[in-house]
């Protein structure tokens, strides 16, 4: 009763506004412009951004969580970064009673240093600061709970505040945030939790020096071949002809698979699992070549993916690779889901803050599973982002669509001429997608790449040549050749043109770029195998 009393004093406030959901919000904020106040810590990274969590109580009518995942997290809204200033926030939830117990969980062990915690104080519609918030962590779901000394408390002479916790640097996966109501007739709002700490990159199956050699092949590589020079053994996949013709092997090969296949049937791992075993698995002398491919979520828009659309499919997906010890023997999954996400040609894009939703969602749900210390998670942008008027954010750039550095390994990139006056040579196309990689640290692939019809069929070799100097110059750790025809964009495979494969011979010649890898890379992976274990 008093829940509901609540609720309709709240509906009932000024300057209502209506979300596109249709439930009436008491407006007092903007989520997405006003300043909120919070001091980052200089050089410390935000932990729990979109991390999953779990409380113990249910919230109330009217201020519930969005999208929950069971068993692993009660929503959404509370490290979603969107931040509100008044008790109206949509992006706010809401509890009665003496105390809310809210276990974040941050996915893996990280040294962490300070907490802060978001809400909102209005003693004429029921909203109270909490009493206080006690901290306690763990590193795994086994240990025991540590209190941490001190509580986060709130300046009551605010509508909106943070309060902050500073810790001395603890190890922690886990944090228990301890609410305790000042007044148990009233509610305690929250709208975001932080948890920052110094972020430590690991780098995973980085070359010390040199470029995995790579390249993508399929049934039309060949298709039309009539020189009786080339032998094709495996048409589908015909690895051995590329590397014959361009005289070097491969350390690297890329393929694709789409969420759904033409019928609208959902494709699992399995699946991709005998592609790898078939073109990927032990060609050199019990050496297997990295397997990275495309994983793409045709069919869906970011904002689905998003709210949960495929939560099923993707626990599937991961389940299936935790439980499979053929997968571990192979070496690390590469995976480059929902690639080019700043293009305008698929259904996932030109919607940064959904886009970023997913992929978070999406990780979480593998690292569930103990999968992300040893396979590898490739965000690939388009080299040139395109914008569509009808997008949710038609000015997005590149960087807008970074999940952030605690979820990515990788970063790649696709790198093709374009029409666009200026895009068309590896040096301006490869400009932001550099910059943004090694402000962030990250290793930097072309995940997949070539020259198109915007090149004349003379300067291929010229373009060819540029490739491969421009990656030298970047210090780029991994490239894929797109050895394929397509309709739209033209021949890309490199054997039509004898004069741009003359120059992709001599360039590959370079022991820079990797035919093998390195037993130092094996060394790795062998370690991180130990790091395969199912939370």
């Known amino acids: 009763m008093i829940t509901d009393i609540l609720v309709c004093t709240l509906m009932l406030c000024s300057c209502d506004k209506v979300d596109r959901s249709g439930w009436v919000i008491p407006g007092k904020e903007d989520p997405s412009g006003p300043d909120t106040g919070l001091v980052v810590p200089d050089g410390l990274t935000d932990f729990a951004a979109g991390k999953f969590y779990l409380f113990d109580t249910d919230a109330i009518s009217g201020y519930s969580d969005v999208e929950p995942l069971s068993p692993w997290t009660s929503g959404t809204r509370l490290t979603d970064d969107a931040v509100g200033t008044g008790y109206g926030s949509r992006t706010s939830v809401g509890w009665m009673g ?10 893996s062990v990280r040294n962490v240093e300070n907490i802060f915690v978001h809400s909102f104080n209005d003693a004429a519609a029921s909203v109270l600061f909490p009493g206080k918030i006690e901290v306690q962590y763990a590193e795994d779901k086994e240990s025991a709970w540590d209190q941490a000394e001190g509580a986060i408390a709130f300046d009551g002479s605010k509508s909106a505040a943070w309060g902050e916790l500073v810790l001395p640097k603890v190890d922690c996966r886990y944090v228990k945030l ?28 980085v070359p010390e020096s040199g470029c ?11 298709a039309d071949n009539t020189d009786p020079d080339i032998v094709i053994n495996n048409k589908s996949c015909p690895i051995d002809t590329y590397e014959s013709l361009v005289g070097k092997q491969l350390s690297m090969m890329l393929w694709y698979q789409s969420f759904t296949n033409a019928s609208g049937q959902l494709r699992y791992f399995d699946e991709m699992q005998q592609a790898r075993a078939r073109h990927s698995g032990f060609a050199y002398d019990g050496r297997y070549r990295f397997f990275l491919y495309g994983w793409l979520p045709d069919d869906y828009t970011a904002a689905q993916l998003a709210g949960g659309r495929l939560d099923g499919y993707l626990d599937r997906y991961f389940r299936e690779i935790s439980e499979s010890s053929e997968v571990a023997d192979m070496g690390p999954v590469w995976f480059r889901p929902a690639n080019e996400m700043n293009s305008n040609w698929l259904t996932y894009t030109g919607d940064p803050v959904n886009y970023v939703k997913f992929w978070r969602r999406m990780y979480n749900i593998a690292e569930q599973y103990g999968l992300t210390g040893y396979n590898v998670f490739v965000w690939s942008p388009n080299d040139v982002t395109f914008n569509a008027t009808n997008h949710v954010m038609p000015d997005a750039s590149m960087a807008d669509f970074y999940p952030g550095d605690i979820y990515v390994d990788w970063v790649g990139v696709s790198c093709y001429p374009t029409s666009r006056a200026g895009y068309l040579w590896p040096e301006d196309l490869l400009k932001e997608v550099s910059t943004l990689a090694k402000e962030h640290g990250k290793p930097l692939m072309i995940s997949e790449g070539g020259y198109g019809q915007q090149i004349p069929d003379a300067d291929k070799p010229e373009w060819v040549t540029a490739f491969f100097d421009e990656i030298k110059k970047l210090g780029i750790k991994a490239f894929i050749w797109e050895n394929h025809k397509t309709d739209g964009n033209g021949d890309r495979r490199i054997h039509i043109f004898p004069d741009a494969l003359d120059a992709y011979r001599e360039a590959v010649k370079d022991s820079y770029f990797l035919d093998m890898i390195p037993d130092y890379v094996y060394r790795e992976i062998e370690t991180r195998k130990n790091t395969l274990t199912h939370e």
């Open 98 to 107: 003496d105390k809310v117990e809210i276990v974040v969980d941050l996915g």
């Open 212 to 222: 995995y050699h790579g390249a993508f092949n399929n049934g039309t590589s060949f």
């Open 178 to 205: 301890v609410l305790t109501s000042a007044d148990a007739a009233k509610v305690m709002m929250v709208d975001e939790v932080k948890v920052f700490g110094k972020f430590e990159p690991d780098l995973k199956y």
